[in-house]
């Protein structure tokens, strides 16, 4: 199967700090990659869709101003989680599609905001 | 419209046995269901996938039933194994202009030694 990566694997920060997230396809390009957030014991929620050179789309009740997406390469995008409150505390997940629908996600980001 | 219904939320099965997933869509325009793994604290692996113009598909220990008609999907483990447990997400496929997955909630197997 494909490889994509995420870094850093877990994160701390200080309340109000902001984070970013890379998530790196490494053996294919991805014009499109997503991020997914999961809650513990529950199902991935997509918060929203980056691709390559444009706006990313996110979903309803998603804050854009809040999560920023950048898609910089055909290998490369970032969500940086501004202004982190504990609320975000959570799973960050993203994937990067190969082609023909098939998504291969990353290993994940484990954000803990004290 | 755009939800994926799976069940059983969780299962167990004995070594050897048979682990059975069921999944149901409403939304005909789903043109690619894929199943993924995913164990504690990591991103989930992509196992199987099937599209619709297919019955079934099976790799290895692992097989996928397509009904088209009934608007349903299962996953099959043959021979459950201990290292088998963890979650499995199905999950289809939104082809309109963006493909985007709709996952289902999730079923956590535990497959008992």
């Known amino acids: 199967g494909a490889v994509v990566s995420q870094h850093p694997s877990r994160v701390i920060c200080k309340s109000g700090t902001s984070v970013k997230i890379e998530c790196r396809s490494l053996?294919?390009?991805?014009?499109?990659m997503f991020w997914y957030r999961q809650f513990p014991k529950q199902s991935l929620m997509l918060m929203a869709t980056?691709?390559?050179?444009?706006?990313?789309?996110?979903e309803q009740g998603v804050e854009k101003d809040k999560f920023l997406i950048n898609h910089a390469s055909l290998t490369l995008s970032t969500l940086t989680v501004t202004s982190a409150h504990p609320e975000d505390s959570s799973f960050y997940i993203c994937?990067?599609?190969?082609?023909?629908?098939?998504?291969?996600f990353g290993p994940g980001t484990r954000l803990t905001v004290l | 419209q755009q939800q994926v219904k799976q069940s059983p939320q969780s299962l167990i099965v004995q070594k050897g046995g048979i682990s059975i997933i069921n999944c149901a869509y409403e939304?005909?325009?789903?043109?690619?269901f894929p199943w993924y793994q995913q164990f504690p604290g990591k991103g989930p692996a992509l196992l199987i996938a099937?599209?619709?113009?297919?019955s079934e598909k099976k790799e290895g220990r692992f097989t996928i039933s397509f009904n088209k008609s009934a608007k349903q999907f299962s996953l099959h483990i043959m021979d459950s194994q201990p290292g088998d447990s963890a979650t499995y997400f199905c999950?289809?496929?939104?082809?309109?202009?963006?493909?985007?997955?709709?996952f289902g909630t999730g079923t956590r197997l535990l497959v008992s030694p």
């Open positions: 994937s990067a599609n190969r082609g023909g629908g098939e998504q291969f």
């Open positions: 053996d294919f390009q991805a014009t499109t």
């Open positions: 980056s691709n390559e050179g444009s706006k990313a789309t996110y």
């Open positions: 939304n005909t325009a789903f043109d690619y």
């Open positions: 099937i599209r619709p113009d297919v």
């Open positions: 999950a289809a496929l939104l082809n309109t202009g963006f493909q985007k997955l709709v």
